[in-house]
């Protein structure tokens, strides 16, 4: 039953991805609609991502530093085993897991409520495709912004652990930055970015899927919006060790 189930969803989302993707009717309105996107889902998550991604790279670089203390460990091994977290993981994956739980019930909630409202009946009343003109926009524009976010979050969690250097003992900012630059592979951070925008599509997707086909009121809305954030969840998961076997292989 379960399964079933589960690729009775599967299919009914690959419908709405179809509808979805369609030639939208007003090019000028869709380009507004996807800067307005850009700003909501995008720009308004800046301030969240540098607050986490500060802190987080305080936390790795104290962590790092304190259980590094073997002499057979070289010294720039703090800044070098920061570098790689932040860069593999956690500016990608752990981000985008975040940012399901703020951008994604957004999304699920906004397009519930103009569900169970009727809002959506009246623009399929009009003849308007409602899926392609919500939803196209919020996509589009979320995966358009979503590897500045991540160069944010690059950045400030380097900024993090340089604090860390500068104003505690735990380690000389030199042996820091030292650690951060060396055996650098460049390719780390492309693969960050390409493995960010799969997330971003998923975020965005699965969130709107569930949001426009919520039935009943503002009970189900709720529920809608949870689902969302617990299937985009378990999605950039797997996804995550798909795209890191292919990508890093």
Known sequence: MLISDSLTTFGKYCLFINKVFSIPDKWKTFFKRTFFEITKLGVDSIPLVIVISLFIGAVITI?????IVSPLVPSYSTGLATREIILLEFSNSILCLILAGKVG????????????TEQIDALDIMGVNSANF???????GFLIYMPVLVVFCIFTSFLGGVLISVFTAIIPLNRFIYGLQTMFSEWYVWYGLIKSLFFSFIITSVAAFYGYFVKG???????????AVVASSILILLLDVVLTKLLLQ
Request: proline fraction near 3%; glycine fraction near 8%.
């Open 63 to 67: 962590q790092m530093q304190l259980n």
């Open 105 to 116: 019930s957004n999304i699920a909630s906004e397009i519930g409520t103009m569900r169970v």
């Open 134 to 140: 919500l939803v196209l926009p919020k996509i589009i």
């Open 217 to 227: 009121g503002a009970l189900e809305v709720g529920k809608a919006s949870t689902n």
